[in-house]
């Protein structure tokens, strides 16, 4: 019993970003700044590669976050799960928004379950019979409003980030 609570430990806490903790850092000087985050939900165990304009910039794991430091112009912003991934059924996210210099974007990264009409899974044991319903799982990325976005994200540890700036 012992070592299956310490194995529950230690997959829990590999299921939470390990970078530095949130900093309020203004952007820099002639940028627009974007802070991508991942609000908690299923599924918790895995990163999801963040790309700008088709170019990886980092992998986002729960209740983690990137900061980019981006050119005033039009971006698209998109969150996927490898295909290799056991969640490669989360359907991608995506939002397309303009950077102005000096401003601050928070686009909030979160998972739905999307409950469909057909039989997903039947279960059996002995003298019951459960049926649970099929699903989907639905990527989001929202624009949050700062007043909503930073008490959440302050909370939060930066992801893997392989690019702070312009992906072009």
Excluded: W
């Excluded at 639905?138 to 992906?167: H, I």
């Amino acid at each position: 019993m012992r070592y299956l609570l310490l194995l529950t430990s230690l997959i829990l806490f590999s299921c939470s970003a390990s970078g530095p903790p949130f900093a309020n850092l203004e952007p820099r000087i002639g940028n627009g700044q974007v802070v991508i985050y991942r609000a908690p939900s299923t599924p918790a165990g895995r990163s999801a590669k963040v790309s700008v304009d088709g170019t990886m910039v980092g992998r986002l794991p729960q209740k983690g976050y990137l900061t980019l430091n981006l050119r005033p112009g039009k971006y698209n912003f998109d969150v996927i799960f490898d295909k290799a991934s056991s969640f490669a059924d989360v359907s991608p996210a995506n939002q397309k928004r303009r950077v102005l210099a000096g401003e601050r974007l928070y686009l909030r990264y979160s998972t739905e379950a999307v409950y469909g009409s057909g039989i997903g899974i039947l279960l059996t044991a002995p003298g019951s019979t459960t049926v649970l319903p099929s699903y989907t799982m639905r990527g989001m990325l929202d624009a949050v409003p700062t007043v909503k976005a930073l008490p959440e994200v302050s909370k939060y540890r930066m992801g893997e980030q392989a690019v702070d700036g312009n992906p072009h």
